[in-house]
């Protein structure tokens, strides 16, 4: 690499950590934006205090930057926040970073959005980039304006909309996979049949320097999803795999499995991986992009990893 300059935003946080260390790996030297006065994490040549929401340092931040990754936001997890807090967290301090961005003479400007962006938690049919955004919370309209904005100010941009993402240190649904993996019960999850795409932190960053090092313009969304989707119970094998041990799932009616759900609260996270949502990342690929690996083999090393 020819030690480009990034300025890498949201490094705390899961993709952000992960980021930085694989992008400073790699000869790329990260300065990293913090919203407070902490150690400056690993990888990191420089660091720069301040906030998105009051962009003061923007300029320190940004002054020879080569390229900005910006992966801070508000995340989908926090679904009971209001539309106000997504779209000030996730579209105006893009915006604003934005502008920043395109006053210091940065190249390329690197958005991690989110499918949300695109679709609502599943789709009847598989997603690409052709297809027109339809997002249905507060979480993928704030993306995808934040994508909007960064086409209005007219600097070198690329969104990046993962699918959901796995790896070391993962919350939310997919933590829940791991921990039900980890049960020592047989699981009534064999019936299942909606197929969903995955991505690996791995992969992301390998999209990630895709975009950093293409040559050309990029002033688009790309999706980011391995090209193997998967049911929720070859995820559940492949997590097993992982921790040596059988799949162990049973059949079940699916409209038992969904009353259970409703009746533990947890009608949404069911809805979420056992409907289908596929997606193609087909503009990633045209660049060159390759997933780091199979998707099996990916969830069956996360369960290695966690459980160890």
Not at 149 to 157: C, K, T, V
Request: glycine content about 10%.
């Amino acid at each position: 690499m020819s030690g480009k300059l990034i300025a890498l935003t949201g490094a705390t946080g899961f993709i952000g950590r992960h980021l930085l260390r694989a992008l400073s790996a790699r000869g790329y030297r990260v300065r990293v934006l913090l919203r407070r006065p902490v150690e400056v994490p690993e990888g990191a040549s420089g660091a720069v205090v301040g906030d998105l929401a009051r962009p003061m340092n923007m300029a320190a931040a940004l002054t020879g930057a080569d390229a900005v990754v910006h992966s801070a936001g508000l995340a989908h997890a926090m679904s009971g926040a209001p539309e106000d807090d997504f779209r000030s967290s996730n579209t105006e301090a893009t915006r604003h970073l934005a502008e920043a961005a395109q006053r210091a003479k940065v190249g390329r400007f690197v958005f991690l959005s989110s499918i949300r962006a695109q679709s609502g938690p599943s789709a009847s049919s598989p997603l690409s980039e052709t297809d027109a955004p339809a997002p249905t919370d507060a979480y993928g309209r704030s993306k995808l304006a934040a994508e909007q904005a960064l086409a209005e100010i007219g600097l070198d941009w690329v969104a990046l909309r993962p699918v959901l993402v796995y790896g070391a240190g993962v919350k939310g649904n997919m933590a829940a996979l791991l921990r039900l993996a980890r049960s020592p019960y047989p699981l009534p999850l064999a019936s299942l049949t909606g197929r969903r795409s995955l991505v690996s932190l791995e992969s992301l960053t390998e999209a990630v320097v895709t975009v950093l090092e293409s040559p050309s313009p990029l002033k688009r969304p790309l999706i980011v999803a391995d090209p193997d989707p998967l049911t929720l119970p070859e995820m559940m094998s492949a997590l097993r795999t992982g921790l040596g041990r059988n799949p162990g799932l049973l059949p079940c009616p699916v409209p038992l499995i969904g009353l259970a759900c409703r009746a533990t609260g947890r009608e949404a996270s069911f809805d979420r991986l056992a409907g289908s949502l596929i997606a193609r990342a087909e503009g990633l690929t045209a660049l060159g992009w390759r997933p780091a690996q199979e998707t099996r083999e990916g969830l069956a090393a996360l369960a290695r990893g966690e459980n160890g």
